[in-house]
């Protein structure tokens, strides 16, 4: 078994997925024509964005928007690059929050973290 891809359930999609091209230079690889779905090319794992109203009709019970809560979900995505810090600042020129500037860890590692206009938060990093 693998990781295919991981889906973010946000207001608008292709508002995610011009962030993410812009703020990173990620490339999108697919919008659905009805706006409602979308892909990211990533690598091996795709990263890809669905509505709301994709949400409600998967989740008929509801699903928690990350765009509307004042705290970051319990998850997040963590995007890997040579320079956080370049990353970290292009991210907040196009429209995310910081929650924590970049820094060393104790094991060497530099990491960010962010919360995307779409609520989703965003861990940059380089490789351990």
Not at 16 to 35: D, I, N, P
Not at 43 to 70: D, R, W, Y
Not at 76 to 94: F, P
Request: proline share 5%.
């Amino acid at each position: 078994m693998k990781l295919g891809y991981t889906i973010i359930y946000v207001p608008s999609v292709p508002s995610s997925l011009r962030f993410y091209e812009q703020a990173f230079g990620l490339v999108k690889r697919f919008l659905h024509e009805s706006g409602d779905y979308g892909e990211l090319s990533t690598g091996e794992t795709t990263l890809a964005f669905a509505s709301h109203a994709l949400g409600e009709a998967n989740f008929p019970t509801g699903h928690v928007k990350a765009s509307e809560s004042n705290l970051p979900l319990g998850m997040e995505i963590a995007l890997v690059t040579e320079n956080v810090d370049t990353a970290h600042q292009s991210a907040l020129l196009h429209g995310a929050i910081e929650l924590s500037a970049p820094a060393q860890k104790p094991w060497g590692q530099v990491v960010s973290y962010l919360r995307a206009p779409d609520g989703t938060l965003i861990e940059l990093c380089t490789s351990v």
